[in-house]
């Protein structure tokens, strides 16, 4: 299918005072297509919207959906692997819990080698291999809801670029950062204070919310910046990669853009609670919306449930008690030493990037394989598994 062309201009949604007036926020009307969001959002702390950014945000929606453009096979993983060529099985990424797993009533499909199911061309570094099709697009569902599903769904990994040597950057950037949040959020990656660099500091001049930057360099995967904004009563954060201007605007803007969608959640009449995303509690004046017990966090299927999560009183205390946790050191970061990759879109420039030892934002609903957890505790500089990683309280945003 045709890369598609914008169907209208991106629209600004503005954004008054006490957001800084630098805050870029802006949707994209996309093509009608299963799997593809109604609408490409680019968010950034910039004096200008920055054009590439939003045909890249366009992009990355448009191939991210099965449009017929993948080589998809359905076998074994046992027959697949009996051919020679590198599987990549939903065992070996450790997003499930195995004990969860095994419990009776769980909702996702067994994770069995002798069960037939689809799979998509993917490489192994420079090696042709074959990636569960479920871990390949972002909503598999929409277009093969026959497709049992036998992980959560990944909701990072997507990157376009001018060419395929960017894409993957960028798509490996997005996997660093939300390795880090969670790190950090679970106490496993130290943080450190960070200045604002000059620039930053320009573009935030007329802001009237708290801004708080954090760098995280040990125990991850790459140097992020962790950015928290707080307008009195809602407190959110968001990562961007790298210490430097770019990974600070990044982080910023996206810490915003949760404190936009939070102060809606926050709001009984709002369009998002007309929306009925699936999970979405209804408006609670005490605001009280972590779940209290394992079994209610299964309704935690969606990235909007979890911006409600910082909300909870609780869970804001939470996130400014990791915030004032800071231990400074000297860096010590770790690469992925394995990545897969699929060319979503045919000319290399979408890609999805899956690292096995990166730990996702996982949606709260399911537990990690704590073997998951305790590797990441074993990177240079991380700290020992704590109280925090063992229990996953679930990451208050995405």
Do not use: K
Request: hydrophobic letters at 45%.
């Amino acid at each position: 299918m045709p890369e598609p062309t914008l169907t209208a201009r991106p629209v600004r949604v503005r954004h008054p005072a006490p957001f800084p007036s630098a805050f870029q926020h802006l949707q994209v009307a996309m093509p009608g297509a299963p799997g593809v969001d109604a609408h490409a959002v680019v968010v950034d702390l910039a004096p200008e919207a920055d054009p590439g950014a939003i045909d890249a945000a366009v992009r990355r929606h448009w191939w991210s959906a099965d449009h017929g453009q993948l080589e998809v096979r359905r076998a074994s993983a046992r027959d697949l692997a009996a051919e020679g060529a590198p599987v990549l099985r939903a065992s070996d990424l450790g997003w499930v819990d195995p004990i969860e797993r095994a419990m009776p009533g769980f909702p996702l499909a067994p994770d069995d080698d002798l069960v037939e199911r689809r799979w998509v061309r993917a490489r192994r570094g420079s090696v042709e291999g074959w990636m569960p099709y479920t871990a390949a697009v972002a909503r598999p569902g929409d277009a093969r809801p026959d497709e049992p599903l036998t992980h959560p769904p990944l909701l990072g990994g997507f990157g376009a670029g001018a060419d395929p040597d960017d894409a993957r950057a960028q798509a490996g950037r997005t996997v660093v950062v939300e390795d880090a949040l969670w790190c950090w959020w679970t106490g496993l990656a130290p943080a450190a204070s960070l200045d604002p660099v000059a620039r930053v500091r320009e573009l935030w001049a007329d802001a009237d919310v708290e801004l708080t930057l954090r760098r995280l360099d040990r125990g991850v995967l790459g140097p992020v910046t962790l950015a928290a904004v707080d307008d009195g009563r809602i407190l959110t954060v968001g990562g961007g990669c790298g210490l430097d201007a770019f990974g600070q605007r990044a982080a910023i803007a996206r810490a915003l853009w949760q404190l936009v969608l939070a102060r809606s959640l926050d709001d009984p009449g709002s369009d998002l609670h007309a929306l009925g995303v699936p999970g979405v509690v209804p408006h609670r004046p005490d605001r009280r919306y972590a779940p209290a017990d394992p079994r209610a966090r299964r309704r935690l299927l969606d990235p909007l449930v979890h911006v409600q999560l910082a909300l909870d009183p609780r869970v804001r205390t939470a996130l400014r008690g990791r915030l004032d946790d800071l231990r400074p050191g000297p860096p010590a970061v770790s690469v992925a030493a394995e990545t897969w990759t699929v060319d979503l879109a045919p000319d290399g420039r979408v890609v999805r990037v899956v690292a096995p030892a990166a730990i996702p934002l996982p949606l709260g609903a399911f537990r990690l394989d704590p073997a998951l957890v305790a590797a990441a505790a074993r990177r240079p500089g991380a700290n020992p598994v704590t109280a925090a990683a063992t229990a996953q309280n679930p990451f208050p945003g995405w």
